[in-house]
């Protein structure tokens, strides 16, 4: 079984201009809609959510 551990998992955005290829990325319309999915991606992923900006959240595997 592959276990990964210390990786960014997903990149969710509002503005897609400011991220590129290497995870999958989320572009959402709004910052509640952000909210929204980063909490889901958290639990469905076994992340943890980090706003590197108001228009830019990853999830990490620690």
Do not use: P
């Not at 503005?15 to 709004?30: D, L, Q, Y």
């Amino acid at each position: 079984m592959l276990v990964l551990e210390k990786a960014i998992l997903a990149t969710i955005t509002t503005n897609a201009s400011k991220v590129t290829a290497g995870t999958s990325i989320f572009i959402c319309e709004s910052k509640e809609e952000m909210d929204k999915v980063a909490a889901n991606l958290e639990a469905i992923l076994d992340g943890i959510s980090h706003a590197l900006s108001d228009e830019i959240y990853i999830i990490v595997k620690h």
